[in-house]
């Protein structure tokens, strides 16, 4: 079976072991190359474009992106089963954007099923839902982004609007295994209770979720946008406090959903 | 549905009294004891040396300063002064004399002592000139031995000049017999030797040692129960003086005689871990299984109404208080090498039973508790996980890891078990296994293991082959040829085996002349009564009579050694990027850097005696000519960029510790040049020896007596840790790092394998912090890793209390087998802690 994933090939530009914060347990995650929005928080912006390019990074260029096949990859993952089986872990497709590569990602995500892994994909939903419905049999987990409820507002952060991504969080939630809303707060943008608790009820109003993380903004990205010699759009913006969190916690709640700070 | 107790248990205020009084002034060293062990050997001259020592030992025990501490529930102090040391001149005392004056202000483990005290014990020591453990072993050994040891190949300094230790008696069979069960035990052998018997003269002899060391301790116990209730005679505060008759009444009754209840449990346990440190210098003596031999004393107790778990959990914390009221002095090098006042007093709990059941109970969360009450570095806590172990204890002994205390070491059964069988243990020994020290497995009772006979540095034979056998300009080694001529990487490689094959024979030399030493020197009866089978054989556990024997040297840089031979086949020999003489020409340069200053004193000062004794006039700018010549080797600024270019290649190459098959297979075969050879030598005991993977903190000094290593590891810097990594060159997170550590094979270092991380606080938080936590050591573990520990605490706090050590006295990090106060250990070694990778999650 799983022979006939092994020889797709797909563009990623990194694998991170131990990640125990998006999705169940101890986790590799696979950073597929290529997103159609453009956040201006976007922590990785190295994962932005689709070609393979140079940055600096610890003042040596390096090379961003490489193009490997799914039975590659699998020997990466596998090496780590028993972290895995140990914690109900298992792997997750991020990006850039998981769906923007779906041969590649749909044949990764199979084989890991070949396995018995846990899949999940961590997406901003912004894809034709045929696409989509390719991933819900081999995904256990969605982990989908809700920036904002405001179209305009979204395609001014994001540079895309966000009807498609609300009406695909619709049909997930009713064919996927399972669907978490997760929400980067950041300010200027969505760090009012009352955008919070907007984007909570339309979670809520999907019916199958009940989890919802709300993930601080943080600087962690901006040495990567001088290492590409873009401009960092956040300035100076200091990050969230924990009070704050806690205030935009405490509105989401209303929805009745379960909020979790941070995956 | 509710198997064990798992809440919390306050802690006391006494607890914290205790414990403010423990450290409320710097470690004193006392002259009683050493002024008692020579006036009893004056007296006893030409007796045979088993019965001097059980006399020694009686003279101690009746005379000793006896004191009871303010809030103490458990007695019984080695020192009058808190955390203060006694002298054992019958292993070796010439270092303390050279270091009296230093002894006071060196960085690691610094001890006051007084005038008066140097003034005692200047004479104490004139009576012991050539009459040491230490001397008599120097004489023993084979001219290269000695060479080697000074050439810093290997160090076999432990118990060279200290006891042994390094044992865990049958703690049970005291609390449930008492002192006078022994005693009948050893008469009962004595009546049945027949006088005629050729083994009657020796076995006799060392029976009725036996007996007259027992007798010691049991009057050292009474005078305890005299002072006690001396102590409530004239107390004033009813509840203390209440105290004080419990604690007469418990003194009077054990360890002589069969403990009745948990509290006389406790207090005869104490003494005996007490009285073993006082009989020998050794250290490492471990409780061991202590949730085991002391479960039925609770478990009666409680059933019957007589003890809380309160009482329980606070007398518990008693006994954790008063083993770091033990210490000991070591030369300033060693306590380099064991920096932090370490005892290694290792407690386990959790594991198996004899019968293979899991044998988890409430003392063992109990345990757990009492660390996390006292966060000391005493007792040298671990668990045992095996495939049955509850999971509510793994998180448990979690959020102790949490604490950042550094404890408890986790140890593997699945992997232990079957190691220990292979060394000849039954099944039911085998399961019934403690830690010993650091890391090192056997089974109480039963066994004279040497855990920790010699450090071993696995570079030292790989500088012989650059050098043809050749150190500091003296030859010490075997001639393997010209490095720059060799052919194939299998000559190399060759070459380094026979530099280490000829190495480890002289280590073995080495232990067994300080064995055969302390046969004859200081075999020790008191210790021998508590061990299987002594008595039925009739001799000490010095002259082979456990019923098992090994001897344990550790090996540590197989980090270092993987990657050093991995770089010379990758960029010498297959991609030919650099030629060997390039390579060699590099690391003679330190790969253009600088050598650190400290050493480069040393050796200026070493090469201007040379000059100076050559009878050439000694000016103060060639001095500084000398001093500049050696710390920078004389290179020309093209030449730095030559060598470093060097380094460059090396570091570009792939390393151990990221999960990578083909370097992670040379780590294995590099651990295999040590442990294979070592397990065909044998000692004088009946034993064998068995390799251990492990350095206490031994990496950072002997590092430094270390040249650069094809690894690019840069002269005089630490070596790797264990059999961890080296340090900041694994670079792909726990996991990787985890997998390529469980590719050794760690069931042949059947003396234990130690593997250390280092994580932030950030990275156990919350419940699934602590269960992603038990699931990478459960993972490791499934894949037979035996050993694993972990420092929590972040970069930046060991960074300020490295700048303010006054705020952080209580801070606790685990430096390598065990937990020491950060701020006691020295510069260097804590740098190196601080510069381990720091994994970190996202």
Known sequence: MIEQFENVTGRIFDIQKFSVHDGPGIRTIVFLKGCYLRCRWCCNPESQEYHIEKMIRNGKEVTVGRDVTVGEVMEDILKDVPYYRRSGGGVTLSGGEALAQPDFAVALLSACKEYGLNTAIETTGFADFSVIERYIPVCDLFLMDIKHTDSAKHKEFTTQPNEIILENAVKIAHKAKKLIIRVPVIPTFNDTPEEISSIANFAKSLGTVTELHLLPYHRLGYDKYVGLSREYKMGDIPVPSKEHMEILRSAAMASGLDIIIGG | ???????????????????????????????????????????????????????????????????????????????????????????SFEWLENEFDTVATRTADPFYISDETKATLHEVYKYWKGKTTSDLATSYMSPETLKAIEHNIFTPGNYFYNGIGHVTVNYGKILEKGLDGIISEAKEALSAISPEDPSYIKRSQFLNAVILSCEAAEIYAARYAALALELAKKETDSARRGELLVIASNCSRVPKEGARSFYEACQSFWFIQMLLQVESSGHSISPGRFDQYMYPYFKNDLEAGKITREAAQELMDCIWVKLNDLNKVRDAASAEGFAGYSLFQNLIAGGQTKDGFDATNDLSFMCIQATMHVRLPQPSFSVRVWNGTPHEFMIKAAELTRTGVGLPAYYNDEVIIPSLLSRGLSIEDARDYNIIGCVEPQKSGKTDGWHDAAFYNMCRPLELVFSDGYDDGEFIGVHTGDVTKMKTFEEFYNAYKAQNNYMLKLLVNADNSIDVAHSERCPLPFQSSMVEDCIGRGKSLQEGGAIYNFTGPQGFGIANMADSLYAVKTLVFDQKKITMYELKDAIDHNFGEDIPDKIAEAKTQKEIKKIADSGKTITDSMIMETYKKIKTSGMQPYQRAKYRKVRELIDSIPKFGNDIPEIDAFARDVAYTYTRPLEKFRNPRGGIFQAGLYPVSANVPLGAQTGATPDGRLAYTPVADGVSPSAGKDVHGPTSSANSVSKLDHGIASNGTLFNMKFHPSALEGRSGLESFVALIRAYFDQKGSHMQFNVVSRETLRDAQAHPENYKSLVVRVAGYSALFTTLSKSLQDDIINRTEQMSF
């Open chain 2, 1 to 91: 549905m509710k198997k064990y107790t798992v809440t919390d248990i306050p802690r006391t205020e006494r607890i914290k009294k205790l414990i403010d009084n423990l450290y409320a002034k710097m470690p004193v060293i006392e002259a009683d004891r050493g002024i008692l062990v020579t006036e009893s050997y004056k007296s006893t001259e030409n007796e045979p040396i088993i019965s001097r020592r059980a006399k020694a030992f009686m003279h101690i025990c009746k005379n000793i300063p006896i004191t009871i501490r303010d809030f103490e529930l458990i007695v019984g102090s080695a020192t009058k002064n808190p955390r203060g040391c006694q002298v054992f001149p019958e292993y």
